[in-house]
């Protein structure tokens, strides 16, 4: 997708998520919501949903897209590493990330965006996968992140 055409497609979707966020503050809600936003909205989302922290796993949580794998092996593929590295990572190629977790065949690129609570803690990540090559950047990972941070605002 075009530069501007992207940025302008998150500057909708962050508004109207904003927005959404005022109905509740419930934060399995709010996730569920972010991910039919951009399942609907973003074509090239070909899966996208939560992984969430409990007891030392990586649990599937809301999500939108052809079913995924509910448990990832620990420390190992793109979830793991955006958890352990505390940052959005990126990936083109799938295939050249060592020890991807390849959970649908038909995806070939990634974006995996760290999710905090209130106390800034990581509680999971936000995780999307593409059909496609190249599908996201640093586009992607901005909006993603501010995306994210919605999830456990307290209304203004
Ligand atoms: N590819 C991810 C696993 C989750 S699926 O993409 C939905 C990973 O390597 O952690």
């Not at 503050?25 to 919501?33: D, G, L, Q, Y």
């Not at 060592?98 to 803690?121: F, Y």
């Amino acid at each position: 997708m075009l530069e501007n055409k992207k940025e302008n497609r998150y500057e909708r979707l962050y508004a109207q998520f904003l927005d959404l966020t005022s109905v509740t503050e419930n934060p399995v809600s709010r996730m569920a919501t972010m991910a039919a936003l951009l399942h609907h909205k973003m074509d090239y989302f070909f899966w996208v949903g939560f992984y969430l922290l409990r007891d030392g796993e990586l649990l599937v949580g809301p999500y939108q897209g052809p079913l995924a794998c509910q448990l990832l092996k620990k420390d190992t593929g793109v979830c793991w590493a955006g958890i352990n590295q505390g940052r959005s990572i990126v990936v083109p190629d799938v295939h050249a990330f060592p020890g991807h977790i390849a959970c649908d065949s038909r995806s070939n690129s990634e974006i995996v965006v760290p999710l905090t609570d209130a106390g800034n803690k990581i509680i999971g990540v936000l995780d999307a996968d593409s059909r496609d090559f190249n599908s996201f950047d640093e586009i992607d990972a901005g909006w993603l992140e501010k995306m994210c941070a919605l999830i456990y605002e307290k209304p203004q």
